[in-house]
């Protein structure tokens, strides 16, 4: 979908580094790379390739340079796993090459209060009670006002929905520490 791999973007990549002295010992495309059951799989299927081969490099987000490192930890443990792309976020799709944040899985959700509008994501400053003083005109200072004020987005909506009130309420500073360690859901 981001097109920075497929089947087309791993075939030009493989013609490229075999142009450039790459030895390719297979090219794969898997059906879902983040998803360690289904990288098992594919796993089993080309272990005869990744006994001659030296590094894997994956156009996938880091999710899946993650898997297939796990993946083939135990049984190839010596194959490092580069990642050929750079991972800016988990974006919304509005058509393809256009891309938006709208979550980063925080964990604290609040958008049954905002309206259905992310303001971790759509605030620059991720403010719990904006507008800012940097708003003008429903603009965002950051980014010199090319942007729309998140909170004025969520404003608007919560107005439509005759919400106002949610708007008004007073929202305590957020616990960031919460954020930044390592996260895991686990229930079975
Ligand atoms: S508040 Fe925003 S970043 Fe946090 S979970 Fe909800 S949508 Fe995602
Ligand atoms: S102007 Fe709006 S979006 Fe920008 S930092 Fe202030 S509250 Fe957030």
Redesign the pocket.
């Given at each position: 979908m981001c097109q920075t791999g497929g089947t087309e973007g791993a075939k030009e990549m493989a013609e490229k580094l075999e142009s450039e002295g790459f030895n390719i010992t297979t090219v794969i495309v898997p059906e879902e790379v983040c998803d360690n059951r289904v990288m098992k799989k594919d796993a089993r299927n080309i272990e005869e390739e990744l006994q001659h081969t030296d590094a894997i490099l994956t156009l996938s987000c880091g999710l899946g340079v993650a898997s297939i490192t796990e993946v083939l930890s135990n049984k190839f443990p010596l194959i490092p796993v580069f990642v050929g792309t750079n991972t800016e976020f988990m974006g919304m799709t509005e058509r393809i090459g256009r891309f938006y944040m709208r979550c980063q899985g925080c964990g604290d959700c609040l958008l049954n209060e905002t309206g259905g509008i992310c303001?971790i994501t759509?605030?620059?400053?991720?403010?719990m009670n904006?507008?800012?003083?940097?708003?003008?005109e429903g603009?965002?200072?950051?980014?010199n006002y090319e942007?729309?004020?998140?909170?004025?987005l969520i404003y608007k909506r919560l107005k439509q929905l005759g919400r106002l009130d949610l708007f008004s309420k007073l929202r305590e500073p957020r616990n960031w520490s919460e954020s930044g360690h390592q996260r895991e859901v686990v229930w079975r």
């Open positions: 303001p759509t605030c620059a400053k991720a403010l904006g507008p800012c003083g940097g708003m003008v603009m965002c200072e950051v980014g942007k729309d004020c998140g909170w004025v």
